[in-house]
């Protein structure tokens, strides 16, 4: 492409603009929407379909169904209606859950100035969101687009009220040192879970429960639960008098839950304008509801990237942020793109896989580590620039103006090198950091993705593969409990046992179906950690065990020694 050809593109229609938020969308490194006349024609049936799709899922229609009963979910998908100026839905507005955000907000507030205190009628200190994917990215990201990635200092250096930690990942070597920075008698974890029953976070709760409950400290006034109305959740934290239950409805999805309950608790503890986000959202929908294509900014980024995985191959979307309070951007797209495009069969059940991977983070940091490639390297890729037109603050740096100057220096500099290297970039603006842009931001990403599922005939909102995950991680555990179970029983004074995997399927009582890699973790687990505390408590300083490599496969020996 030469510089006169994107030139022309850049005068000629190729940036989308919308004065009243000044957002703006350039799309002139991108020679494909060149003919925006043949595009219209060429795609005429894929816009229609995308808008249709988008008016079935604000009325409520079930849109989460495919032709694989075993697999769909069969409900409707609420979170355009979380901030849709009207009630299409019953019970789902703006101004509904403007007002759920008050009553969240009103009831945090007396936690964070300290009428609400701790049955020792201490003042909280700390708070721990609990949760995982869509129930922990979101808030992650909102919350480092609000105050950084230090975000226990706000901006200006002040102190947020509560110190916030977030924890989502079943890992003990991080949860002991969250841990021990804590006082659990001032410290209060949100559990956050819409089915209630994800294993990680259900695990990380009864871990930080059974703590409390060893310095003789109750679970209620230290916990507070966000999940649906009757989830086995739901009982649980009413049985344990949490301080709160915080619901969200059954039809919003985990990876588009961010406008529900799971992000405002956080939001609230975090002193975040919500109502602004959400009022972004909104916006950005509005804009995006528009059936003409070169009004309605989802549709021409949807088509582009149609555009260049179908015709041009360029399949990965790299997310570059040029902004440091957007360092979770990208991972929070990443869940948003790939478990919804990512599907095995279209919605009639034909087998035909689709997706879009998603990486990136923030510039100009990864210029400094995969912008090589991209650059020179497969052109397997196409990049998406975000910055934003103003700043708060600025510093002086002699080469480039200013700080602030050096970093707009880049963004542009790094979209003329891929020019130069005939490789696509689209590039959005947004008029400053803050919530409402944040927001209208995340509603322009879910709406691509709504239109890029209509596109490639998906259900956008069903997740069957993480689900085989998750059962997959039951099987194992039940693996890991059986074979420590046999060992506590039989290992009696004297016993030893010597072999592979194979034996150990054998001779452990195990159903021949037990995956042999299955029964390897495990001994090899067990071989590393049986005198970690907690780990094995039947065995801990019951057995001995020891490992060899030999014939391509692990030996092992066990001994016990009671
Ligand atoms: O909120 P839950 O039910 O604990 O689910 C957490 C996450 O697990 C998933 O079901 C699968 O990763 C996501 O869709 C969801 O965001």
Redesign the pocket.
């Known amino acids: 492409m030469t510089k006169g050809e994107t030139e022309s593109r850049y005068l000629n229609g190729h940036v989308f603009h919308d004065a009243k938020s000044n957002f703006t969308l350039n799309l002139a490194g991108f020679e494909l929407l060149d003919d925006i006349n043949k595009i219209k024609k060429t795609h005429e049936y894929s816009v229609k379909k995308a808008i249709a799709k988008v008016v079935e899922i604000e009325s409520g229609a079930i849109v989460n169904t495919t032709a694989n009963k075993e697999e769909t979910e069969d409900r409707a998908v609420d979170h355009y209606n979380l901030r849709h100026p009207q009630e299409l839905v019953k019970g789902k507005s703006l101004d509904h859950s403007l007002k759920q955000w008050n009553e969240v907000n009103t009831f945090v507030s007396k936690i964070l100035d300290g009428t609400t205190l701790n049955e020792d009628k201490q003042k909280y200190q700390d708070v721990i969101f609990n949760?995982?994917?869509?129930?922990f990215l979101g808030p992650l990201m909102l919350v480092i687009a609000a105050h950084g990635d230090n975000y226990n200092l706000k901006k200006g250096d002040k102190k947020l009220p509560l110190n916030l930690h977030f924890f989502s990942n079943t890992d003990p070597d991080s949860f002991k040192v969250l841990a021990d920075k804590l006082d659990l008698k001032t410290s209060i974890m949100v559990n956050?879970?819409?089915?209630g029953g994800?294993q990680e976070?259900k695990g990380n709760m009864d871990t930080f429960n059974a703590l409390l409950s060893k310095q003789g400290i109750e679970m209620g006034p230290h916990n507070i639960a966000v999940t649906t109305s009757g989830s086995g959740f739901d009982k649980f934290a009413k049985e344990n008098k949490f301080l709160n239950i915080i619901y969200m409805f059954n039809e919003t999805?985990?990876?588009t839950s961010i406008a529900s309950a799971v992000g405002m608790v956080p939001a609230a503890f975090a002193k975040l304008s919500f109502d602004e986000f959400l009022k972004g959202q909104s916006y950005m929908d509005e804009l995006t509801r528009k059936d003409d294509l070169t009004q309605n900014p989802a549709l021409l980024i949807s088509i582009a990237i149609d555009i260049l995985t179908k015709r041009h191959g360029r399949k990965n979307m790299i997310v570059l942020g040029y902004s440091d309070f957007l360092k979770e951007f990208a991972h929070y797209l990443q869940q948003l793109y790939m478990?919804s495009l990512g599907k095995e069969y279209d919605i009639d059940g034909v087998p035909n896989p689709e997706g879009q991977t998603v990486f990136g983070g923030v510039g100009t940091g990864e210029q400094h580590a995969f912008m090589q490639q991209v650059q020179k390297g497969i052109p397997d890729c196409f990049v998406r620039f975000i910055h934003f037109l103003k700043r708060d603050h600025d510093y002086d740096i002699k080469e480039a103006g200013s700080m602030g100057r050096q970093l707009l220096a880049f963004v542009k500099g790094t979209e003329d090198a891929l020019l130069q290297n005939g490789k696509p970039y689209m590039t959005c603006t947004f008029e400053t950091c803050n919530m409402f842009n944040i927001g209208m931001m995340v509603a322009l990403e879910e709406r691509i993705v709504t239109f890029l599922g209509a596109f490639r005939n998906i259900n956008a909102y069903d997740?069957p593969g993480?689900q085989d995950g998750k059962k997959a991680a039951t099987n194992m555990n039940k693996v890991s409990l059986n074979i420590e179970n046999f060992i506590a029983q039989k290992g009696s004074k004297g016993w030893q046992w010597k072999g592979d995997a194979a034996q150990a399927r054998k001779d452990f009582e195990l159903e021949e179906s037990t995956p042999i890699w299955f029964v390897d973790a495990v001994l090899s687990d067990l071989f590393a950690n049986v005198n970690v505390d907690n780990s094995y408590a039947k065995l801990k300083g019951k057995i001995q065990i020891e490992r060899s490599f030999d014939n391509s496969r692990f030996i092992y020996s066990i001994q016990s020694s009671l």
């Open positions: 949760g995982i994917g869509g129930s956050i879970s819409k089915s994800t976070t999805g985990g990876r478990e997740q993480v």
